[in-house]
T-cell receptor, first 112, second 112 residues
Framework: DAKTTQPPSMDCAEGRAANLPCNHSTISGNEYVYWYRQIHSQGPQYIIHGLKNNETNEMASLIITEDRKSSTLILPHATLRDTAVYYCIVRSDHFGNEKLTFGTGTRLTIIP | ETGVTQSPTHLIKTRGQQVTLRCSSQSGHNTVSWYQQALGQGPQFIFQYYREEENGRGNFPPRFSGLQFPNYSSELNVNALELDDSALYLC???????????FGPGTRLLVL
């Protein structure tokens, strides 16, 4: 599985957009970029995923560069409840090899 | 729609004992994965079950075993517990169409 690199921590002011970067320079053609977050001691929460096109849902937007070597998760209007560890994961779509390989993630703190 | 549920929420065992953790998958989901999350680390993939068969395994010893039942619920069994088995155990389920894994709240196991 391709490895991902994320900053260990970030701060963002409440109400502002939070932009979380992720590098995945060894991603291969059949691998998707997934984002999950984990609020203290809870199970990870799925946020969004994409292959090569930008994606948006009710929680966030995912911007993937044209060469697919990096991506950015955007939380458009951060609230205090967005404080969590955010994981960027590259995942194969091959049946039997779909495990999620979590790194250490980015600890995002929303500042009031 | 009921999400992924896990039981028990907390458990204390002593070294050498055996433990069984349970997971009920989300409605319509036929694939279940188990993850172990040690304190301060990201979740680590243990194994995945699809239609009652193991469908991928991470780097865990054979004393970690599992089952999936016809209703797609699942069990994780750990024999000969060691102190390092103390962790949050997470179950995730996915559907045959979307493949997105949705996590349960986890079972926190403490081995003394």
């Amino acid at each position: 599985d391709a490895k991902t690199t994320q900053p260990p921590s970030m701060d963002c002011a409440e109400g502002r957009a939070a932009n979380l970067p992720c590098n995945h320079s060894t991603i291969s053609g059949n691998e998707y970029v997934y984002w999950y977050r984990q609020i203290h001691s809870q199970g990870p929460q799925y946020i969004i995923h994409g292959l090569k096109n930008n994606e948006t849902n009710e929680m966030a937007s995912l911007i993937i560069t044209e060469d697919r070597k990096s991506s950015t998760l955007i939380l458009p209007h951060a609230t205090l409840r967005d404080t969590a560890v955010y994981y960027c994961i590259v995942r194969s779509d091959h049946f039997g090899n779909e495990k999620l390989t979590f790194g250490t993630g980015t600890r995002l703190t929303i500042i009031p | 729609e009921t999400g992924v549920t896990q039981s028990p929420t907390h458990l204390i065992k002593t070294r050498g004992q055996q433990v069984t953790l349970r997971c009920s998958s989300q409605s319509g989901h036929n694939t279940v994965s188990w993850y172990q999350q040690a304190l301060g680390q990201g979740p680590q993939f243990i194994f995945q079950y699809y239609r009652e068969e193991e469908n991928g395994r991470g780097n865990f010893p054979p004393r970690f075993s599992g089952l999936q039942f016809p209703n797609y619920s699942s069990e994780l069994n750990v024999n000969a517990l060691e102190l390092d088995d103390s962790a949050l155990y997470l179950c995730a389920s996915s559907s045959p169409t979307s493949r997105v894994e949705y996590f349960g709240p986890g079972t926190r196991l403490l081995v003394l």
